[in-house]
């Protein structure tokens, strides 16, 4: 089916780590068309694999591993692609003392008006070198460049155009025309934090 200029899309990253699942969903709102909506999703994935997901394994060990991105176009209810290549993240995990699965590092996705409240990303998978107390001690440069690309306006290789969004519960899902997004101005690192449904035992 074809995609549709503001037809929402829900990336869902499935990672393993510690014997924990975690998960990472986010959002995009469609800024061109596309008569293949597979194809347009397609590209996105090229763009998530080749930009934001490198930005996210730059902060992470390499024993947890992004195993499956789940690619939904919501407006539709019908395309969807799905990734199960595995990246890993790219700190060597023999050399450093690893964190809980329930650690993490926050950004703060900040909204461009009032429709919704600001979001949030939370990323584990972290070492000790990484965290002083209840602060981040590693360098600052990967926080940047995450920062950059969770906010970034996608162009993909074959045009198609996708703005992140933050999007108001509950999802009207299929069928998306009563959602109420908003587009992510910046995204900003905020903490070290944790996530009590990551701990062991909790599932997701």
Same mark, same amino acid.
């Given at each position: 089916?074809?995609?549709?200029?503001?037809?929402?899309?829900?990336?869902?990253?499935?990672?393993?780590?510690?014997?924990?699942?975690?998960?990472?969903?986010?959002?995009?709102?469609?800024?061109?068309?596309?008569?293949?909506?597979?194809?347009?999703?397609?590209?996105?994935?090229?763009?998530?694999?080749?930009?934001?997901?490198?930005?996210?394994?730059?902060?992470?060990?390499?024993?947890?591993?992004?195993?499956?991105?789940?690619?939904?176009?919501?407006?539709?209810?019908?395309?969807?692609?799905?990734?199960?290549?595995?990246? #890993?993240?790219?700190?060597?995990?023999?050399?450093? =003392?690893?964190?809980?699965?329930?650690? $993490?590092?926050? %950004?703060? +996705? &900040?909204?461009?008006?009032?429709?919704?409240?600001?979001?949030?990303?939370?990323?584990?998978?972290?070492?000790?070198?990484?965290?002083?107390?209840?602060?981040?001690?590693?360098?600052?440069?990967?926080?940047?460049?995450?920062?950059?690309?969770?906010?970034?306006?996608?162009?993909?290789?074959?045009?198609?155009?996708?703005?992140?969004?933050?999007?108001?519960? #509950?999802?009207?899902?299929?069928?998306?025309?009563? =959602?109420?997004?908003?587009?992510?101005? $910046?995204?900003? %690192?905020? +903490? &070290?934090?944790?996530?009590?449904?990551?701990?062991?035992?909790?599932?997701?």
């Amino acid at each position: 089916m074809a995609l549709a200029l503001g037809n929402l899309i829900q990336i869902t990253d499935q990672q393993s780590y510690l014997g924990q699942e975690l998960l990472n969903i986010y959002y995009y709102l469609a800024g061109t068309s596309n008569p293949d909506g597979v194809a347009a999703l397609e590209s996105l994935a090229d763009f998530f694999n080749a930009t934001l997901l490198p930005a996210v394994t730059s902060l992470q060990v390499d024993s947890l591993n992004h195993f499956t991105r789940q690619y939904k176009n919501l407006s539709n209810g019908v395309d969807f692609f799905v990734d199960t290549t595995v990246q #890993p993240g790219q700190i060597a995990a023999d050399t450093v =003392a690893l964190l809980p699965s329930y650690v $993490s590092l926050g %950004f703060m +996705l &900040v909204r461009s008006s009032l429709v919704t409240r600001n979001g949030f990303k939370r990323f584990g998978g972290l070492h000790e070198g990484q965290i002083t107390g209840n602060e981040y001690a590693g360098s600052m440069t990967p926080i940047h460049g995450l920062e950059d690309v969770l906010a970034q306006h996608v162009i993909t290789l074959s045009e198609d155009e996708f703005d992140p969004v933050i999007v108001k519960r #509950p999802i009207p899902e299929p069928g998306t025309e009563d =959602a109420i997004v908003n587009i992510v101005a $910046s995204a900003q %690192f905020r +903490l &070290v934090g944790t996530q009590n449904s990551r701990k062991a035992g909790r599932g997701i």
